[in-house]
C-alpha cells in the first residue's frame, strides 16, 4: 500500500521549506503518543508499525509529484530541485504491535534530518492513530466475549477503502477471529468469513428455495440468515430442511439473526434448532455491535456462538479520535519540548520501562531518557537504522499473539469495559532532571 508523498498537510511542505531555506538539516528527533486516553479505555494496543515502515521505505518524489507542487506557487525552485533526492535515511524505534500502552507513552520514534522527519507527521499520526484506535476498541469485544467467534462485518461502513482495510488487520491482530473484507484476506492472510445478505433470500420465490440453493452452492459455508421474513418461522423452515441437505452429505453450520431483540430471538431459535435435532447448528448474531450490547448478551445468558461486529467497530463509534501527537523532542544534539497549557511534553528520546507484580500483572510504567537504565522491561525497541529495516517485523500471526499475551498481564479491572481505571506512569528522575535543563535554557534566551 504505497503512500503518495503528498498525502500530507500543506504546512509540512512549507515547513520544509523554511528549513531548507535557512539550511536546518541538522537531526531531529519526533515522538508520536497518546495525551490522553478516552473514558473508560483503560489502556490502548499499539498497532500500525508496519504500515509506518512500508511508508518510509519507499518515501520518494515522482517528477508529477514535484511539478505539481510547482503549480501550486507556494514553492521555489531550488526547493523543488532539493525534494527530488529525499528519501527515508533516518532511524525509527517504535513499540511492538500488539503491546499494551497507555496514555503519555512514545509508541514511535523518528529520528531524521529535520526538514524529513517533519515530513513524515501527517502520515505516521494518520497510521497509528487509527490502527490503534481501532485495535483498542475490537479488543474491548475480545474481553467481553472471550470464548466466542467474533468477525469484522464493517467494511461498507468504513470511512474509505483503506479504513477497511486496516480496520480488518487491526481487528485481527487484537482478537478478533477473521474478516468479511476479501482483500483484506488477500493482503494481510486474515481469515474469511461470509454468510447471505437479505437480498439474497429476497431474490427467491421462498425463503425455502434461498435457503436450499445456497446451501448447495456453498455446502461447506451453510449459514443461513433467517430473519428476512419471520425469525422463528425461518428457523423451522432451517429444521425442516436440515434431512434433505444431510442426504447431500451438507451439514447446516449455523444460522444468522441480524435484527429485532436478540437475546429473545436467540433463546426461541435454540429452542427450535434443538427440538429438531439440530443441537450443534451455531447461533451468530449481528446488527450495529459493540462491546456494551454483547455485555449485555452475555449477561442475559443467550445461547450465541458469534458474533458480526460491524459499524461500531470500524468507527470506533464511541470515540472515533485519540488525542495524540507527534512532536520535537531534540534538535542538534539539544532537547526541545511543548510548554503550551495542558499540552506539555517531555523532552528528549525516551524509553518506558515496565514493571510487574509478584504475580505477573502489570504494576507500573516508567518514562525515562533513553541512556537510563531502571528495573523492568524496556517497551521501545529499534526498528530501523539509517532507512533500512535491522530485521524482519513480525508477522500479523505474531502480532496478534503477542497482544493476547499481554491480555493476561493486564490486572482485572483493565479488563472490564464498563470501569474505569488508572494505571501509574511515573516520570523518573533523570527525565525531570533534563526537563528543568532544558527549560533553563530556554528562558535564559527568551
Given amino acids: 500500500m504505497k503512500t503518495s508523498p503528498l498525502f500530507t498537510d500543506l504546512y509540512q511542505f512549507t515547513m520544509m521549506q523554511g528549513y531548507f531555506d535557512q539550511q536546518m538539516e541538522q537531526t531531529a528527533i519526533f515522538e508520536f503518543f497518546v495525551r490522553k486516553l478516552p473514558d473508560q479505555r483503560n489502556f490502548l494496543i499499539a498497532a500500525g508499525l508496519q504500515q509506518v515502515i512500508e511508508y518510509l521505505e519507499n518515501l520518494s518524489f515522482s517528477d508529477e509529484d514535484i511539478n505539481y507542487l510547482r503549480t501550486t506557487g507556494f514553492f521555489h525552485d531550488q526547493f523543488l530541485a532539493y525534494l527530488k533526492d529525499v528519501t527515508f535515511v533516518g532511524n525509527v524505534h517504535g513499540v511492538p504491535e500488539g503491546t499494551v500502552v497507555f496514555a503519555g507513552e512514545p509508541l514511535i520514534r523518528i529520528t531524521a534530518p529535520l526538514p524529513v522527519a517533519q515530513l513524515v ?38 470511512h474509505g477503502e483503506e479504513a477497511g482495510l486496516l480496520a480488518a488487520r487491526a481487528g485481527y491482530l487484537a482478537g478478533l477471529n477473521g474478516t468479511a473484507t476479501v482483500e483484506a484476506g488477500l ?14 433470500v429476497q431474490a427467491h420465490d421462498s425463503e425455502m428455495e ?15 440468515l433467517i430473519d428476512t421474513y419471520d425469525t422463528e418461522k425461518g428457523a423451522e423452515k432451517v ?18 439473526i441480524d435484527s429485532g431483540d436478540l437475546v429473545v430471538s436467540a433463546r426461541k431459535v435454540r429452542a427450535i434448532l434443538d427440538r429438531g435435532g439440530l443441537q450443534n447448528t451455531k447461533i451468530f448474531l449481528s446488527s450495529s455491535l459493540d462491546e456494551y450490547s454483547l455485555s449485555a448478551i452475555k449477561t442475559a445468558d443467550a445461547p450465541v456462538d458469534g458474533y458480526g461486529i460491524g459499524t461500531k467497530m470500524i468507527t470506533s463509534s464511541d470515540y472515533p479520535f ?49 541512556t537510563d537504565t531502571l528495573p523492568g522491561r524496556p517497551l521501545i525497541e529499534v526498528v530501523m537504522q539509517n532507512g533500512k529495516l535491522l530485521h524482519q517485523l513480525p508477522s ?23 470501569t474505569s481505571a488508572s494505571y501509574t506512569l511515573e516520570i523518573s528522575s533523570a527525565l525531570r532532571l533534563l526537563t528543568e535543563k532544558v527549560d533553563a535554557v530556554r528562558d535564559a534566551v527568551a
Fill in 121 to 158: 507527521e501527517t502520515r505516521i499520526i494518520n497510521i497509528l492513530m487509527f490502527q490503534t484506535m481501532i485495535a483498542s476498541k475490537a479488543v474491548r469485544m475480545r474481553l467481553t466475549a472471550p470464548d466466542e467467534v467474533l468477525i469484522d462485518f464493517g467494511l461498507r461502513r468504513a
Fill in 396 to 418: 500479523l500471526m505474531e502480532s496478534r499473539e503477542h497482544a493476547q499475551a499481554e491480555l493476561v498481564t493486564l490486572p482485572k479491572p483493565f479488563r472490564q469495559v464498563n
Fill in 187 to 200: 493482503l494481510f492472510d486474515i481469515p474469511l468469513f461470509g454468510t447471505m445478505a437479505h437480498s439474497f
Fill in 210 to 224: 434461498a435457503f436450499r440453493n445456497f446451501a448447495k452452492s456453498q455446502p461447506d459455508n451453510v449459514v443461513l
Fill in 322 to 370: 485519540l488525542d495524540c501527537s507527534y512532536k520535537l523532542v531534540e534538535y542538534d544534539g539539544k532537547g526541545r519540548r511543548k510548554r503550551s497549557a495542558a499540552k506539555e511534553t517531555w523532552p528528549g528520546p525516551k524509553q518506558v520501562y515496565r514493571q510487574y507484580d509478584d504475580n505477573g500483572f502489570l504494576q507500573k510504567d516508567i518514562l525515562t531518557v533513553e
Fill in 239 to 256: 429444521v425442516a430442511l436440515a434431512p434433505e441437505l444431510l442426504a447431500d452429505d451438507i451439514v447446516i453450520k449455523g444460522v444468522r
